[in-house]
């Protein structure tokens, strides 16, 4: 069983800056994609970001690219979303997950098998 835990969440002024980090433990992930989502209040799930398993595959949704960066470090077992430039249409519960592959399907939430349980991202006006 895999456990991911999110910290880093808060409360920002637009064009402000958070540093989201995704910990996991229970068995090591450096074979598996990761992927962060995030949903605001009354809207579905959305593709924010993934990465391989080596890191050489990143994929951005269209709406964060050039803001938002993913990594990840395998020794540590963690997967990071550093947000600049931040939006109030920023605003929702972001999660991280694990998906069951290397690389595939990554932007469908249907692929990953683990999610953390969230952690909230506010961007005032």
């Known amino acids: 069983q895999v456990q991911l835990v999110e910290s880093g969440g808060g409360l920002v002024q637009a064009g402000g800056s958070l540093r989201l980090s995704c910990a996991a433990s229970?068995?090591?992930?450096?074979?598996?994609?990761m992927g962060w989502f995030r949903q605001a209040p009354g809207k579905e799930r959305e593709f924010v970001a993934a990465i391989s398993w080596s890191g050489g595959s990143i994929y951005y949704a269209d709406s964060v690219k050039g803001r938002f960066t993913i990594s990840r470090d395998n020794a540590k077992n963690t997967v990071y979303l550093q947000m600049n430039s931040l939006k109030p249409e920023d605003t929702a519960v972001y999660y991280c997950a694990a998906s069951r592959r290397a690389w595939s399907r990554v932007t469908m939430h249907d692929e990953y098998d683990y999610w953390g349980q969230g952690t909230q991202v506010t961007v005032s006006s």
């Open positions: 229970g068995r090591t992930l450096s074979s598996n994609a």
